[in-house]
């Protein structure tokens, strides 16, 4: 009776341990993926930080904006016409260069920063903005920038 129930048990532990994650988002996964659970929108991340710099969290948007060099940054849509720089860890990974209008789920950390003119211009160049627009960037810019792990396009 014992070796039924234990194979029972290893039977079921085996059955689990190889499903199919449902605990994951539905849509195409870029990184480490995005788990379900704790995910707030953009608008909740600048409350969620408070008084800290840094702090894990995952966060739901809609993409503004694609760097059309590589697809190394994307910027989510914020509360106020702000937006939310999205990097990615150590650069392990890519976004689709036609992104912008879609909604994401990343997974990270979002940070107090201040960005620097040379850093803001490249960004700018990197998402083919006119040199017009480049040269009107004189002061650096205190803003909440998230570094993924990892990212899913949400399904529609």
């Known amino acids: 009776m014992k070796k039924i129930i234990l194979s029972l048990a290893l039977c079921m532990f085996t059955a689990f ?3 199919q994650d449902a605990t994951s988002f539905e849509g195409k996964s870029f990184g480490e993926g995005v788990k379900k659970g704790n995910v707030i929108t953009t608008a ?29 940054f994307m910027n989510l849509e914020a509360p106020n016409g702000e937006t939310i720089r999205v990097n990615f860890k150590d650069y392990a990974f890519f976004m689709p260069k036609d ?5 994401v789920v990343i997974d990270g950390f979002a940070e107090r920063t201040e960005t620097s003119v040379e850093d803001l211009k490249h960004i700018a160049e990197d998402a ?6 480049i040269a009107k ?5 205190k803003e909440i920038v998230f570094e993924a792990k990892g990212v899913v396009i949400l399904e529609n």
């Open 137 to 141: 960037i004189t002061k650096p810019k």
């Open 17 to 19: 341990a190889f499903a």
């Open 99 to 103: 992104l912008a209008g879609k909604k």
């Open 44 to 72: 909740e991340v600048n409350a969620k930080l408070g008084n800290e710099t840094k702090k894990d969290m995952k966060v739901t948007g809609l993409v503004t904006l694609v760097c059309q060099k590589k697809g190394c």
């Open 128 to 133: 083919k903005k006119p040199a017009e627009e």
